[in-house]
């Protein structure tokens, strides 16, 4: 698989907005094709909508935006692509004549994966030059926040194209489940539409609404879900003897005729009544609204398993200190771009400005992010040693608002092993004006005896250069400013 920087998206809907999103936040430059003319607009709205996502759920480690271009083909659209996510309607005569189309049009060497959620990739790529390169990447909606992928190839399918691209959305802060089997409908849909047909056989009986049997899964199982899924949650179920006592014990109820697995008939008026409860349910809430509620509750329970490290937190997790980590060059003598964000809304004060406190806050991420960069980690909190903040002083400059992206660039003004001089400059992206800046003391401190200690070499060896670069930089104007000084 070569080295991707560029990606081609043909397809431009829900799934493959999403994927425009994903790629374009983590720096990809993108090119779209899709035939609704109003593909440009539904991109942006989607993206907005990420955007605010992301920065909500990996503060602080933004990198920068991808571009992004519409094409008048699918041709077009993956003409130089690195890698190209299809993510047309779900009709395989449709998805075979344009993957051979995009085939004919691109280096043997560029993955092709296709976004379907149940097709089965032997008999997509059957019309393709080089079926070797496609692959499924089937991803789960809303694409630029749940985690999980299926990755599954055809019988003409490369070993190696599921392995590298497994790899690459991984890259990407996903969760690559490589389906080892290809079958119809893959893995998790297989079990979505299980509980899909029992769900509608309930509202054609009239044993319970939408409403009713979405209540019983969000205040129940599915909260369990989010973090166990169901044979470890089952495990629980049976107490200390497992597994083996939970199914001898509720196994015998399989036998029962509780479910109906196979779908009742979509007529009319069952169309109706699930299309009628659906509309009370959401209670005049726009589709864009409710996109936006789901999001921030996704970030909220994706926020909560990542200070667990567990489930798809861990994965969020591990995006985060990557991203953190992209782009850094020890020693660069120039005052290092560690802390990106952008200004959510509650971050807003009552002049319609970013709060005063979130300066602050900016800053501390950003000396979090300096401080992760020289290896003080998890790990080397854990054996004792760590950094205080002993004195701060911060120059407001100038506003931010709602959606604003922020950077903040950090000036090293020297150290000497156990002290840390630092100078912070908050600028507003759009327009590259400073907002703030903030002169920080730092002290090393042994944890474990309480008091202060120099850092030992596996820290002052990655410090001390960057200090040394540093020293060659212009010192900030501001730097050893007092309270209500004149400003220079």
Known sequence: MRDVKTIGLVGGGVIGAGWAARFLLNGYDVTVFDPDPEVERKLKTVLANAKRAQAKLTPGVALPEGSLTIAASAVEAVKGADFVQESLPEREDLKR????????????????????????????????????????????????????????????????????????????????????????GFIADRLLEALWREALWLVEDGVATTEEIDDAIRYGAGLRWSFMGTFLIYRLAG????????????????????????????????????????????????IR?????????????????????????????????????????????APLALYRTQVAPDWIDYNGHMTESRYLHAFGEATDALLAHIGVDDHYLASGGSFYTVETHIMHLGEAHEGDGLAVATQL????????????????????????????????VDTNAKRAAPAP???????????????????????????????G
Not at 467 to 483: D, E, I, N, Q, T
């Open 457 to 487: 070499a596996a820290i002052t060896d990655r410090l001390m250069p960057i200090v040394a670069a540093h020293a060659a930089l212009p010192r900030p104007v501001s730097a050893g400013r007092h309270v209500g000084a004149p400003r």
């Open 239 to 286: 107490g200390e003897p497992g597994m083996r006592h939970f199914l001898s014990q509720f196994g015998p109820a399989l036998k029962l005729p509780w479910t109906k697995l196979v779908a009742p008939e979509l007529t009319d008026e069952l169309t109706d009544r699930v299309s009628a409860q659906s509309d009370d349910q959401a209670r005049g809430i726009s």
């Open 97 to 184: 004549r344009v993957l051979a189309q995009i085939d004919a049009a691109l280096p043997a060497d560029a993955v092709i994966a296709s976004s379907t959620s149940g097709l089965l990739p032997t008999n997509l790529q059957a019309d393709m030059a080089h079926p070797e390169r496609l692959v499924v990447g089937h991803p789960f909606n809303p694409v630029y926040l749940l985690p999980l992928v299926e990755v599954c190839g055809g019988a003409k399918t490369a070993p190696e194209v599921v392995r590298d691209t497994a790899a690459f959305y991984g890259t990407l802060g996903m969760h690559p489940l490589v389906v080892r089997t290809e079958i119809d």
């Open 413 to 444: 003004l020297g150290s000497d092993g156990k002290k840390l001089h630092l100078f912070h400059t908050l600028t507003r992206t759009k327009d590259d004006v400073t907002i703030a800046t903030a002169e920080q003391m730092l002290l090393h």
């Open 289 to 333: 609204e409710l996109e936006r509620l789901r999001d921030d509750c996704l970030v909220s329970v994706l926020s909560a398993l990542a200070e667990q490290d567990y489930a798809a937190g861990a994965v969020v997790k591990a995006h985060r200190a990557a991203l953190a980590g992209r782009g850094r060059t020890d020693g660069e003598a």
